[in-house]
């Protein structure tokens, strides 16, 4: 390899850590936009969309290129999903708390219990994976667990769009119900990747 060519890969191994960085520095901005907006047709939650994107495109985009040029480190491994739950743990309780209000019905019982079922194994996995650093070992993100994650990053994507600003309401009611039965969907991903981690 020559001289221009290991400069270029040296260049590009900052890149996945980098994105994985900003989608870190992009999660206060969010948590901020999410708790700006006071009704479902209010323009300030098209801002927390367009950030919420971003920082699942720079998920996207980070694993692709260490995968693609090689460049998976050990540093990635643990931050990579370190930003993943800063990102959507936040997201995921402001989501369902603006859902619920001060009204209290099934669904919404429902996906509290969701939410603490996702924040207990995320945490619990976390604390583990770091035990398991001290002794020298790195256990990467698995199928399952990046599953999990879309699952997550879906609902909450899906919830953060204002439809009732440009869609009939029942069309928006709807898609309120899809947005929980992917939340369900989450919850069982969640937990069965952190029984696998665990088990395995």
């Known amino acids: 390899m020559n001289k221009r060519n290991r400069r270029s890969k040296s260049v590009m191994a900052l890149v996945p850590n980098a994105l994985t960085i900003l989608r870190l520095c992009l999660v206060p901005l969010l948590i901020v936009l999410m708790l700006s907006y006071s009704s479902p047709f209010d323009s300030m939650m098209w801002w927390a969309f367009a950030i919420f994107a971003l920082a699942g495109i720079t998920d996207k985009l980070d694993g692709d290129i260490a995968r693609s040029y090689n460049l998976v480190s050990n540093f990635g491994k643990i931050a990579d999903p370190i930003a993943d739950k800063a990102l959507v743990l936040p997201a995921l309780f402001i989501v369902v708390w603006n859902m619920s209000g ?17 924040l207990i194994r995320e945490l619990g996995i976390s604390v583990w994976r770091m035990v398991l650093v001290r002794s020298g070992r790195v256990v990467p993100a698995s199928a399952g667990g990046k599953l999990k994650t879309v699952a997550q990053m879906g609902f909450i994507g899906l919830r953060l769009v204002p439809w009732n600003t440009f869609l009939p309401n029942f ?21 069965k990747s952190g029984w696998d981690y665990i088990r395995s």
């Open 102 to 118: 001060f009204f209290i019905s099934p669904v919404v019982f429902i996906s509290w219990v969701c939410v603490i079922a996702i």
């Open 171 to 191: 069309v928006a009611y709807s898609i309120g119900y899809l947005t929980w039965l992917i939340l369900l969907l989450a919850t069982y991903l969640a937990l």
